[in-house]
Structures are given as structure tokens and as C-alpha cells.
């Protein structure tokens, strides 16, 4: 098996702060998703993670070590890959949007749209391989 590509080296100078701040304010949003229906939390988890290893070798740190997020942070920076069981995770939750959707949308189109934006992310997510087994 190849060795997982080692992260671009931390931002210096001025775009540093940037690539912390986007770290920071990724990660606020995933926390918020958590709670949050319809909020994703594993892509701005992610997205944190990216910026972190620019900006803040301490956060990315922090994110690798976690007992939630640090596993699927891991899994996708060496293959790019997500678990079976975060996939259904985030089919069942898109399936309950969609129902909350049609349940509470204005009009019917608008529904349909959040639903067809839900399916082809799912599909996307179903495309994406599964970590190798341990």
C-alpha cells in the first residue's frame, strides 16, 4: 500500500491567518451542525481539518487526536475514503431533511430542489471508497 501524501507544510506569512480563521470558523459550523437538522458537520469538519494543517499545526493536531472526528479525518487525508456506516449515517439524515422538507416547504418545487441537491451528494458520497479494514 503507498504511503498516505504527507499534508502541504503550514502557511507563512500573511495568508497564514486566513487559512486559521477558515479553520476556525469551518469547525464552529460543524459543532453548530451537529444540533442543527440539515447542517452537515463531516465536510466542515473536514474543510477545518484542510485549513488547520495551513494555519494551525495545534488544531490539526487537536482534530487528528479526537475521538469523533479524528477517524474520519484520518481516513480521508490518507485514501479519501468514508465509512459505510457515515454513509448511511448521512443517507438517513438527507432522507429525514427531504421528508421535513416536503412536509414544511412553501411550495412543492422547493422541496424538490433541496432533494435533488441532497441525491446527487449522496451519490457523490457513495461513489467515494471505503477505508481499508484495519
Do not use: N
Not at 68 to 96: T, Y
Amino acid at each position: 500500500m503507498p504511503a498516505p501524501a504527507s499534508p502541504e507544510p503550514p502557511a507563512t506569512g500573511r495568508f497564514r491567518w486566513a487559512w486559521w480563521l477558515l479553520a476556525y470558523a469551518s469547525l464552529g459550523l460543524g459543532l453548530v451542525g451537529i444540533v442543527v437538522p440539515g447542517l452537515p458537520t463531516v465536510p466542515f469538519v473536514l474543510l477545518a481539518a484542510f485549513a488547520a494543517a495551513r494555519g494551525s499545526q495545534r488544531l490539526h493536531g487537536w482534530l487528528l487526536a479526537h475521538r469523533q472526528f479524528g477517524p474520519v479525518i484520518r481516513d480521508w487525508e490518507a485514501h479519501g475514503a468514508v465509512s459505510r456506516r457515515a454513509k448511511r449515517l448521512a443517507l438517513a439524515m438527507m432522507a429525514a431533511c427531504a421528508v421535513l422538507l416536503f412536509l414544511t416547504a412553501p411550495r412543492a418545487w422547493m422541496a424538490a430542489t433541496g432533494t435533488a441537491v441532497m441525491a446527487l451528494v449522496a451519490s457523490w458520497l457513495w461513489s467515494r471508497p471505503e477505508p481499508p479494514a484495519s
